[in-house]
């Protein structure tokens, strides 16, 4: 297999989160957007919650309008969400789950749910690129091949909370697990010609296992780059995770 440079995606929700603790007109969606594409971004990623805590509508109507690079909707498979994505033709469609009273999305998308409403889902695949966030699990895979989404992006929630506790010296065999996980439903994916992403709770210090499973063309990461631009600037942030993972 060709070793390519994985692409970064860059989740801009929490600019907005700050924006929404005051209503205020700042921090800007838009500046940020520029500033990771000079990063080194090479995605733009926005989660429209049903709930509006923190991307409104028109920051995806300014981001599709102004964004050199692509733009990402991460998306509940509701009526409502399909409507706007296909009215406003993002890049691509992440469809994930979503619970009003989670703090951020706790676990991938039960793929048999979208059977429910398959006539929806041909109208979004008709028009968009539609990837599935899931847990790294094969059956899960198997759903995405029958389904005929074009990609995958495992949910690596999991596998960072083992990361976290293998840094305090406890339940090593739990990181390894997790790594193995993501290594066999990468490989299984990548054999069905499924694209292969990853995303959730990714920083600086974790995301070096993954960048060794081949079958990964891109990584999602929003929080961690978000607090670290904090410190020393979102554009440094982004170009400071780009230049890691490439490496």
């Given amino acids: 297999m060709a070793l390519k440079p994985i692409r970064l995606g860059v989740n801009i ?5 700050l924006r929404q603790v005051r209503k ?12 990771c594409e000079r990063g080194g971004a090479d995605q733009i990623t926005v989660h429209l919650r049903e709930d509006r805590r923190h991307i409104q509508d028109v920051d995806v ?7 050199l690079l692509p733009v990402n909707l ?34 991938g998308l039960d793929l048999s ?3 429910k409403n398959l006539p929806a889902l041909s109208r979004l695949r008709g028009k968009l690129r539609v990837v599935g966030f899931i847990d790294p699990d094969l059956s899960q895979v198997s759903l995405a091949r029958e389904l005929n989404l074009d990609g995958v992006e495992f949910h690596t929630g999991p596998f960072s909370e083992a990361f976290e506790l293998s840094l305090r010296g406890r339940e090593r065999n739990a990181l390894h697990h997790q790594i193995q996980r993501l290594i066999e439903a990468s490989r299984a ?13 990714l920083t600086i210090q974790n995301v070096s296992h993954l960048c060794e499973i081949l079958e990964i063309t891109e990584f999602n990461i929003g929080h ?8 020393m600037g979102l554009e440094s942030a982004v170009r400071e995770m780009k230049t890691h993972i490439q490496r």
């Fill in 13 to 17: 929700d929490h600019v907005a989160t």
């Fill in 24 to 35: 205020a007109r700042y921090p800007d969606i838009v500046e940020a957007m520029h500033l």
């Fill in 61 to 67: 109507e300014r981001l599709l309008e102004c964004c």
């Fill in 74 to 107: 991460e998306m509940a498979f509701t009526e409502e969400m399909i409507e706007k994505a296909l009215e406003w033709r993002p890049h691509s469609v992440t469809l994930v789950p979503e619970r009003r009273e989670e703090m951020t999305t706790e676990s």
């Fill in 113 to 115: 749910s979208l059977r």
């Fill in 189 to 201: 994916a990548h054999s069905e010609k499924i694209e292969v992403k990853a995303g959730h709770g």
């Fill in 224 to 231: 961690s780059i978000v607090a670290r631009s904090l410190l």
